[in-house]
C-alpha cells in the first residue's frame, strides 16, 4: 500500500535550479531512510544524496556542495533542492524509501518512485 509519488523534474538551462519532492502515501507511521538516485543514459543507477530519519544526509561526491537534501517528517515528503546544474545532471531521478512502518506491518526493504525526468541544457 506504500507509494511515492514525486515531482518537480523537468528542463532547466546549466546554473539553474530545481526542487523534486517525493512525498510517501499510505498508512504510514514513520520511515527510515529516504533518498533520491539518478540514472543517466549508459550509466548505472547512483546514490545522489540520502537522508535518515534523525536527519543524517550524505551525498555522491559529484553534487556536493550543489544538492540538498531534506525532509519533512510530518508530510512523509523527502526533497531535493538541485543548484548549479550541469548538463551532466541530466538523468531519471528516482525516489527511494526504506525501513516504513505503516498500519498494516514493517516493511524493511525498498520502496521506489516512478522516476522523474531532470534535463540540463547547456
Known amino acids: 500500500q506504500v507509494q511515492l509519488v514525486e515531482s518537480g523534474g523537468g528542463l532547466v538551462q546549466a546554473g539553474g535550479s530545481l526542487r523534486l519532492s517525493c512525498a510517501a502515501s499510505?498508512?504510514?507511521?514513520?520511515?527510515?531512510?529516504m533518498g533520491w538516485y539518478r540514472q543517466a543514459p549508459g550509466k548505472q543507477r547512483e546514490l545522489v544524496a540520502r537522508?535518515?530519519?534523525?536527519?543524517?544526509?550524505n551525498y555522491a561526491d559529484s553534487v556536493k556542495g550543489r544538492f540538498t537534501i531534506s525532509r519533512d517528517n510530518p508530510k512523509k515528503t523527502v526533497f531535493l533542492q538541485m543548484n548549479s546544474l550541469k548538463s551532466e545532471d541530466t538523468a531519471v531521478y528516482y525516489c527511494?524509501?526504506?525501513?516504513?512502518?505503516?498500519?498494516?506491518?514493517?516493511?524493511?526493504?525498498?520502496?521506489w518512485g516512478q522516476g522523474t525526468q531532470v534535463t540540463v541544457s547547456s
Open positions: 527511494n524509501a526504506d525501513g516504513i512502518s505503516t498500519i498494516a506491518g514493517f516493511y524493511g526493504s525498498a520502496f
Open positions: 499510505g498508512s504510514i507511521f514513520t520511515i527510515n531512510n
Open positions: 537522508i535518515t530519519s534523525g536527519g543524517t544526509t
